[in-house]
């Protein structure tokens, strides 16, 4: 199985800044991936994060408002840049490792955004 | 385009009594299918997967290719089952949820 931890747990922050979210498994994994939770709504795939390269981006998420680096098999950041309020959302990592045989998706505790 | 169709946002059942948490999907593709579960305050975690054909915490669930289907199910509610369920389809290489259902189990 995979422990996966994100820092913050929870930030507010004003309109305007950025912050950077910080994603750490306790084991090697292959793939990575980042989701947005908003409130009420389900997880949406905002994009797969690469190791040594560009993370793979979903349809309506764009690096240059969340850029995403992946410097290592067990790390990754997601940065939400100039905020607004509808960035109001929880962020979640999650990473594929083995359960047994099987490849599992595995999910972080989720970092709770609110922007004013 | 993969999609995942759970259509009771909240489903309210009494203890003991049986549950059924419906979900549809579309994929052009051969489907690997999911339930994950999120208890209060606790994380998003697999509850089952359909290649595994197994029953966990009581629970089961058919793949139905034939009407796109793979409901979750459980002949005795409990209320430690309360809990909000998410249906996931596995394809192309990502994972894509349902909307979620909220259940209840009333004492």
């Known amino acids: 199985s995979a422990v996966i931890s994100q820092k913050p747990s929870r930030d507010i922050c004003q309109r305007g800044t950025s912050l950077t979210i910080q994603c750490q498994v306790d084991s090697q994994v292959t793939m990575m991936f980042w989701y947005r939770q908003q409130p009420g709504q389900s997880l949406t795939l905002i994009a797969t994060?690469?190791?040594?390269?560009?993370?793979?981006?979903e349809s309506g998420f764009v690096i240059d408002k969340f850029p995403i680096s992946r410097p290592n098999l067990t790390f990754s950041t997601l940065t939400v840049s100039n905020m607004s309020p509808e960035d109001s959302s929880i962020y979640l990592c999650s990473a594929c490792g083995l359960a047994g045989s099987q490849e599992t998706q595995y999910f972080g505790p989720g970092t709770r955004l609110l922007v004013l | 385009a993969q999609r995942v169709t759970q259509p009771e946002k909240l489903l309210s059942v009494f203890k003991g009594a049986p549950v059924e948490l419906k979900c549809n999907y579309s994929y052009s593709g051969s489907p690997e299918l999911f339930w994950y579960v999120q208890y209060s305050r606790q994380r998003l975690q697999l509850l089952l997967r359909?290649?595994s054909r197994e029953s966990i915490k009581g629970f089961t669930a058919d793949l139905n290719k034939g009407e796109t289907s793979f409901h979750l199910k459980k002949p005795f509610a409990q209320e430690e089952d309360s809990a909000m369920y998410y249906c996931a389809l596995q394809g192309a290489q990502k994972l894509v949820f349902g909307q979620g259902t909220r259940l209840t189990i009333n004492p």
């Open positions: 994060a690469n190791q040594g390269s560009e993370a793979t981006y």
């Open positions: 359909h290649i």
